[in-house]
Antibody
Framework: QVELVESGGGVVQPGRSLRLSCAASGFTFRSYAMNWVRQAPGKGLEWVAFMSYDGRKEHYADSVKGRFTISRDNSNDTLYLQMNSLRVDDTAVYYC????????????WGLGTLVTVSS | EIVLTQSPDFQSVTPKERVIITCRASQSIGGSLHWYQQKPGQSPKLLMKYVSQSLSGDPSRFSGSGSGTDFTLTINGLEAEDVATYYCHQSSSLPYTFGQGTKLEIK
């Protein structure tokens, strides 16, 4: 079955960096767009970043533009999110989500990995 | 940025009750509107794509309608397993955005 498993979350101080990974299985990873979506504790969903199936297109939310970088390794079925200059308000569960084309729905969602930015 | 506004934010409902959740977009998004269900402690799950296309295997009590700026998710005959927070999502233009969520609880 289709599965997305995130890893790399943890506690980090403001201003530091963290890299999240998402291991995909059960589908042809290189054929699908991928996204990161986050959810702050007790809050709603916020889209963070998009990458096209071939890695040629990337889009970011204004809140992370210039600090976060999405990338993918289609030979290893893995999606990444490099997060630099982390801020306290980046604290959230980060979900790896498959996208149906650049302007379609999100399905499925991974279990998420918690990133806590705190001094 | 397209803002999605859901109503209500919270609703306490009795089993078998009909529930209607609305999602209003700040500008027209055509039919690029999707719904997700997030049960407590779980990841969101796609419930409805492109306004009204339900997923195979999902209960038929869920239905969606609307176009342009006004959309609804209807649950005909709420069951205990439907206790969750429901989010609408637009993929018409970047940045993709979500509604603030509608939390349903059983009375």
């Amino acid at each position: 079955q289709v599965e997305l498993v995130e890893s790399g979350g943890g506690v980090v101080q403001p201003g530091r960096s963290l890299r999240l990974s998402c291991a995909a299985s059960g589908f042809t990873f290189r054929s699908y767009a991928m996204n990161w979506v986050r959810q702050a504790p007790g809050k709603g969903l916020e889209w963070v970043a998009f990458m096209s199936y071939d890695g040629r297109k990337e889009h970011y939310a204004d809140s992370v533009k210039g600090r976060f970088t999405i990338s993918r390794d289609n030979s290893n079925d893995t999606l990444y999110l490099q997060m630099n200059s982390l801020r306290v308000d980046d604290t959230a569960v980060y979900y790896c989500v498959r996208g149906f084309t650049e302007f379609g729905w999100f399905d499925p969602w991974g279990l998420g990995t918690l990133v806590t930015v705190s001094s | 940025e397209i803002v999605l506004t859901q109503s209500p934010d919270f609703q306490s409902v009795t089993p078998k009750e009909r529930v209607i959740i609305t999602c209003r977009a700040s500008q027209s998004i055509g039919g690029s509107l999707h719904w997700y269900q997030q049960k407590p402690g779980q990841s969101p799950k796609l419930l409805m794509k492109y306004v009204s296309q339900s997923l195979s295997g999902d209960p038929s009590r869920f239905s969606g309608s609307g176009s342009g700026t006004d959309f609804t998710l209807t649950i005909n005959g709420l069951e205990a397993e439907d206790v969750a927070t429901y989010y609408c999502h637009q993929s018409s233009s970047l940045p993709y955005t979500f509604g603030q969520g509608t939390k349903l609880e059983i009375k």
